[in-house]
């Protein structure tokens, strides 16, 4: 068990928010679990132990509220993860503009949320985990609106690790291939299409929620804290690696 392991997770209840909350309970930190959902984050708030949270992460009153409630009840933080986010595959020339909104709201405005709320309650020092994607990385088709949001969340990633790096506190990413949530559901429906999936990682499987969660829980862990400005990719490669095609 750490000592004084104080750590939020926003948008706890996805299924990778939910795998990361495991593996800290397990560890024997203590949590503020936050999301919009009142029954879904008090029935995770039950199973982990942790202080439940009700707030909408894209707004900052929300955030900070979150950060100053948890600091308030757990004591000084020590690690932050933000979960929250969503998946649009759509081109450009189809994508409306209230869906380019919600996806940057969903997954930069998030993004920037914690790192706001992080600044002024993290004085201490600690970790910061935002999630990123690999099709930020690299070119795929028809992810020009989730690009583009993730590649923000990079951007900012490193903005951050550098103007709060003379205190302690430090920012990493990591950027996931496909997993398999519910959101990515609708993806890999039918048998081709998960096919076409496979065989765009070269491990030759789409990533799980434990592959990602392990990951941000090394990031978060104390022991880690030489580690700041990276993107972690756990993609089985899709970003970086290309193997020649059996036959």
């Not at 942790?50 to 992460?57: H, K, M, N, T």
């Not at 993004?111 to 993290?122: N, V, Y």
């Not at 088709?141 to 923000?152: P, Q, R, S, V």
């Not at 491990?203 to 400005?229: F, H, K, Q, S």
Request: charged share 15%.
């Amino acid at each position: 068990m750490q000592s004084g392991w104080n750590v939020v997770v926003v948008g706890a209840y996805g299924a990778i928010g939910r795998a990361v909350c495991g593996l800290l309970h397990a560890a024997g930190a203590r949590l503020a679990v936050v999301g919009r959902d009142q029954d879904k984050i008090a029935s995770l708030a039950e199973a982990t132990g942790a202080l439940p949270i009700v707030g909408d992460a894209s707004s900052f009153a929300d955030m900070d509220a979150a950060f100053e409630r948890a600091t308030a009840e757990l004591g000084p933080l020590s690690g932050a993860v933000n979960c929250a986010g969503s998946l649009l595959l759509k081109p450009a020339h189809l994508t409306t503009e209230a869906e380019y909104a919600a996806t940057v709201s969903a997954n930069l405005t998030t993004a920037f949320a914690m790192c706001h709320a992080a600044g002024k309650t993290m004085t201490d020092g600690g970790s910061v985990v935002l999630v990123s994607t690999a099709a930020a990385r690299t070119g795929i088709a028809n992810h020009e609106a989730i690009a583009a949001a993730k590649g923000g969340v990079q951007g900012l990633m490193l903005s951050a690790a550098a103007t709060y790096a003379a205190r302690g506190l430090r920012f990493n990413c990591v950027a996931p291939g496909l997993t398999r949530t519910p959101l990515a559901a609708k993806i890999i429906a039918s048998e081709a299409s998960e096919k076409a999936s496979l065989a765009m990682h070269a491990l030759g499987r789409l990533g799980e929620p434990g592959d990602v969660a392990r990951a941000i829980y090394w990031l978060l862990d104390p022991a880690n804290d030489w580690v700041t400005g990276q993107i972690l990719g756990v993609d089985g490669g899709l970003a970086n690696v290309r193997v020649r095609p059996k036959g």
